[in-house]
């Protein structure tokens, strides 16, 4: 039998307060009118994560949302939700231990007060998205690269279609761009041909075309899992790269350790990710110093396993 749009409401209801999260945000917004920036300030928790959970609560029924300016104000008012769903409600917000909500709240209404800061007080958890309306999401990234030494030269490892060349190359002196498979190089040739800095290679990660100490830095992204001997490709990046202009950096973008067999099938990878500990030691062992691993932030688009960002010298 068919479940009645009662039955539904109620459902998804039971689904959007099975998260403790979210049952603070409720137990908060029950009682005060917030910000998306002051959600984020009272919750500890990141701009991104509290969106997707408000947008959750938003679509069970269970928020209601107005618009002051540039902010969207969130709050739960009991009168408006429906018998069962208040019913639910009540019979679990007690269990809901929100001392130390409740104490951050109290200091985000006081600096509310502030009118120097009330803008920013109001909206800095919706900053991101509103920059992101006005100048594109990726700027910050691109513009970060800019840091890069001018006279650089920087090896782009598994280039792909060309991705990461292609960010690197209006900010170095060259990119050598090496990948083992031709319809890719092609693929990045295309992409690239107006770029004038570029250098194409083919070759194999475990035995480069490139003479030692011919690079600034190496960049290898979402390639080390494909690899029977990622140590064998490392030594050969640390062999390539010189440090005598400031460089001798390689950096792997890789995924962290997962559980998704099918990619093996699917995808031909040879390592389900790595661990922060394995990636430490495999630079080591191929003789890198200062070894790194930065977990990134995940997109909440994104459905893929998580990313790391790991870095080593010479």
Request: charge should be neutral; include cysteine; aromatic fraction near 4%.
């Amino acid at each position: 039998m068919a479940k009645s749009a009662s039955d539904l409401s109620v459902t998804r209801v039971l689904e959007a307060l099975a998260e403790p999260v979210r049952l603070r945000m409720v137990r908060i917004l029950e009682g005060q009118e917030l910000a998306v920036g002051e959600l984020v300030k009272v919750l500890q928790l990141p701009q991104s994560t509290v969106s997707r959970h408000l947008k959750v609560l938003s679509e069970a029924g269970l928020l209601t949302k107005r618009t002051a300016g540039t902010a969207a104000l969130y709050r739960v008012v009991l009168d408006d939700l429906s018998l069962p769903v208040r019913a639910i409600w009540m019979a679990v917000r007690e269990q809901v231990d929100g001392s130390e909500d409740v104490r951050r709240l109290r200091a985000v209404l006081a600096e509310r007060r502030l009118d120097s800061q009330a803008f920013f007080g109001r909206v800095a958890g919706e900053w991101d998205d509103l920059r992101a309306r006005l100048f594109g999401a990726d700027f910050t990234a691109k513009a970060l690269l800019a840091m890069l030494p001018a006279d650089w030269v920087v090896a782009d490892l598994g280039c792909g279609t060309g991705n990461a060349t292609e960010l690197l190359a209006s900010h170095v002196e060259r990119v050598v761009a090496v990948d083992q498979s031709e319809p890719m190089l092609d693929a990045a040739k295309l992409r690239l041909k107006d770029v004038g800095n570029v250098q194409f290679a083919a070759g194999s990660l475990d035995k480069l075309p490139l003479r030692d100490k011919s690079v600034d830095a190496a960049v290898c992204v979402l390639v080390l899992h494909h690899l029977q001997e990622p140590v064998k490709a490392l030594k050969e990046m640390r062999r390539v790269l010189r440090a005598d202009r400031g460089g001798g950096v390689v950096l792997i973008v890789d995924m962290v350790e997962h559980e998704r067999q099918d990619y093996r099938h699917t995808m031909g990878h040879t390592h389900l990710g790595f661990s922060e500990q394995r990636m430490v030691k495999m630079l080591d062992d191929a003789g890198f110093q200062g070894a790194r691993v930065s977990v990134l932030a995940s997109d909440p688009e994104g459905k893929g396993p998580g990313l790391f960002a790991a870095t080593g010298r010479i």
